[in-house]
């Protein structure tokens, strides 16, 4: 059965500290792995993954895909208020999207 | 843990034919349906918001009368997409909201309007 599995489910943080964001997947006919950004109804991109190894950085974010092992981590660097939100991975075949459950993340000031 | 299953995964139709997508939570209610449209470069655009048993609220700049939105019961909510044209042809991916679960998103439907 095809899971996603994310954790920790949620996290609180100060302000300034670095923040790593696991989620591990099991997904037939897996192509990338996308994760995503929501803070209100609509999810915001952040980065696709399709390739092992290889770091995507966006300013204080970035994130690496190990599809040997099946899993993907997101890292946020000193972390903003404007950083809390509920982060989503989501393994995507081509055909299908699996969305996590998400991390909650809570960045206090 | 909750999911939403949606219907179909993928469908091709004819321009000016319409398409209907299901999407139905399991094992819980969901009384706040939100569909959304997938853009290049993977943003998810969101399209409209239903309650169950009341009218959808479409976001701006999406046309009511082309995208149906019907939220009939708590566990089931249906898009469908009228006379639809090639340039329609997308991912569309709906998800549930439940006090407890929060937002729990379906597997997504690709239509190729051909």
């Known amino acids: 059965e095809d899971k996603v599995v994310q954790s920790p489910l949620s996290l609180v943080v100060h302000e300034g500290d670095t923040v790593t964001l696991n989620c591990s997947y099991e997904v037939t006919n897996f192509r990338s792995l996308l994760w995503y950004k929501q803070e209100k109804k609509a999810p915001t991109f952040l980065f696709m993954l399709?390739?092992?190894?290889i770091e995507k950085k966006s300013g204080r974010l970035s994130s690496i895909l190990d599809k040997k092992e099946l899993f993907s981590i997101l890292n946020i660097t000193a972390t903003q208020t404007g950083d809390s939100a509920v982060y989503l991975c989501?393994?995507?075949?081509?055909?299908?999207?699996?969305f996590g459950t998400g991390t909650s993340l809570t960045v206090i000031p | 843990g909750a999911v939403v299953s949606q219907h179909p995964s993928w469908v091709i139709c004819k321009s000016g034919t319409s398409v209907k997508i299901e999407c139905r939570s399991l094992?819980?209610?969901?009384?706040?349906m939100f569909w959304y449209r997938q853009f290049p470069k993977q943003s998810l655009m969101l399209m409209a918001t239903?309650?169950?048993?009341?009218?959808?609220?479409?976001e701006q700049g999406v046309e009511k009368d082309k995208f149906l939105i019907n939220h009939a019961s708590l566990t089931l909510s249906t898009l469908t997409v009228t006379s639809a044209h090639p340039e329609d042809s997308s991912f569309y991916i709906c998800s549930a909201r439940d006090r407890i679960y929060g937002y729990t998103f379906g597997s997504g439907t690709r239509l190729t309007v051909v």
């Open positions: 399709t390739s092992s190894g």
């Open positions: 094992d819980f209610q969901a009384t706040t």
């Open positions: 989501v393994p995507f075949t081509g055909n299908q999207f699996y």
């Open positions: 239903s309650n169950e048993g009341s009218k959808a609220t479409y």
